[in-house]
């Protein structure tokens, strides 16, 4: 979703990301409405203007194939 109010544009994305927790891990902590959230130190942005509201992380096992 894109939108324009006034002289400031954003844009938003929402991505699902599958992985192997036994390879890769995240430091995350428990938000205010009980949701697992990565913490700030877990996000690195490299493009100047681009900012990360937050990010949820849902465990859940994914068959193998």
């Known amino acids: 979703m894109s939108a324009a109010a006034g002289t400031t ?4 994305i929402n ?3 599958v992985y192997d927790p036994t390879v890769l891990t ?3 902590e428990t938000g205010s ?3 697992t ?3 700030d130190e877990a996000i690195s942005v490299s493009r100047p203007g681009v900012a990360v509201l937050g ?4 465990t859940e096992s994914v068959p193998r194939g």
């Open 33 to 35: 409405d009980g949701m």
């Open 55 to 58: 990010v949820a992380a849902k």
């Open 9 to 12: 544009a954003y844009s938003t």
């Open 15 to 17: 991505a699902v990301v």
């Open 37 to 39: 959230m990565l913490t």
């Open 26 to 28: 995240f430091a995350t």
